[in-house]
């Protein structure tokens, strides 16, 4: 079987661990989150970062930092992972699902137009497989209306807009290690932060409301409650694991790209035939090869293709169910305006294998039974 995703592992990453072991310091914002947060901000050139538990929890400190109060609005896709709602909804917010563009599966910026009221207080894009959203537009938006951006890029580490990496655009960023991720420590995440102003509330909410950082830099003298918080510090033993991966970057992201590439070439007939769709990407941004995707007819010609690829020992996936038409979905939030692609192309999107160790070979078959299945 080849499966759909297998974590990354560089080889070093267990010596790393045992030097945080040594160290004699396990919990968070010690030596490695440090070297971690330098990788980090040489990556993306956010203004600063801070690890977290996971991206689901640096989504919940962005909803803190913005202060979301009951009632408040927020716009995003209703295409994307039930954490970039729920950070959200768990503070009140109310959730304004609007629809995405067909070639990149990304929340279109028109619709969010539409979507905007006086109670509107963030627009939470979603870079979908790692290609951009049309930030500039975006940002103007947000400008215009007052309104705060924050970038889901839980898929985008490694990815560019118009030259910018992703991550440092919007005022806020996330980020996730989840082990499904390009960069991996099986569950982690991160928060940037790129509006200064944000910073000393993002540290305390990230130490459980406390001015504890400012404390461990030399700052205060002892550390106190000081605003609502939570435990949102990735540990030690994962920063050293994570360290290995971000150092490497590069070596990962080539050998996705690879694949990534001979998908797209191998399966370029097909599209020619009008039988797939592949991704599409806008010509002035570059993606990650976070996952590759092709989308057939409908639903039920996907189902089937994914059952002949099962059959034939390869593991494929759909990916989101529209939010809006989940059940907390449709408690939390509203779907605004039409919904001319968010739920038929969801239904025909299939991601194929990619992974970091991931072999020609491997590729090749997948091509070659994509192609059996359309003969
Ligand atoms: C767009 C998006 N946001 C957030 C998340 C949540 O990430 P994590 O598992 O690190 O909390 C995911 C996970 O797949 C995702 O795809």
């Known amino acids: 079987m080849i499966p759909f995703n297998k974590p990354a592992i560089i080889g070093e990453e267990l010596k790393m661990m045992e030097q945080a072991i040594n160290q004699d310091q396990l919990s968070g914002n010690n030596k490695f989150t440090k070297n971690c947060v330098q990788l980090l901000k040489n990556l993306t050139n956010c203004k600063e970062a801070l690890l977290t538990p996971s991206c689901t929890a640096a989504l919940e400190m962005c909803a803190l930092l913005i202060d979301v109060k009951d009632g408040d609005e927020i716009i995003m896709p209703s295409y994307t992972f039930v954490s970039t709602a729920n950070a959200f909804a768990l503070r009140g ?4 699902y609007v629809d995405i563009e067909a070639a990149t599966m990304n929340i279109s910026v ?7 009221t006086n109670k509107t207080k963030a ?19 947000a400008a215009t209306h007052d309104l705060w951006v924050i970038e889901d890029a839980a898929q985008a580490l490694q990815s560019s807009y118009k030259v910018r990496p992703l991550g440092s655009i919007g005022h806020l960023a996330t980020l996730s290690f989840h082990d499904t991720k390009n960069y991996q420590c099986g569950e982690g995440g991160a928060l940037l932060v790129n ?4 910073l000393e509330r993002a540290h305390i909410i990230q130490e459980k409301g406390t001015n504890r950082t400012a404390f461990r830099e030399g700052k205060i003298d002892k550390y106190t409650w000081r605003d609502l918080g939570s435990s949102y510090l990735l540990n030690e033993l994962s920063a050293a694991f994570l360290s290995v ?20 070439k191998g399966l370029t007939e097909l599209e020619k035939k009008g039988r797939i769709e592949k991704p599409s990407i806008p010509d002035a941004n570059t993606h990650n ?5 092709i989308k057939t007819r409908d639903k039920r010609e996907r189902e089937k293709l994914m059952d002949h690829l099962q059959e034939n020992g390869v593991q494929a996936a759909s990916h989101y169910v529209p939010l809006h038409n989940s059940v907390a979905g449709k408690k939390f939030g509203i779907f605004i ?5 968010t739920t038929t192309e969801s239904e025909r999107l299939i991601r194929l294998p990619l992974f970091y160790q991931i072999r020609e070979k491997d590729v090749t078959y997948v091509i070659h039974q994509i192609y059996s299945f359309f003969k």
């Open 245 to 264: 991966q971000l150092k490497h970057a590069d070596k990962i992201y080539s050998n996705r790209m690879k694949a990534w590439e001979l998908y797209d």
């Open 289 to 293: 090869a976070h996952l590759f995707f």
């Open 123 to 141: 627009i939470v894009v979603v870079h979908y497989a790692g290609v951009a959203c049309d930030m500039d537009e975006i940002m103007a938006l």
């Open 93 to 96: 917010a109310h959730i304004r």
């Open 337 to 341: 305006g039409r919904d001319n692609y």
């Open 195 to 198: 509006d200064p102003s944000l």
């Open 110 to 116: 028109s619709e969010i137009e539409r979507a905007i």
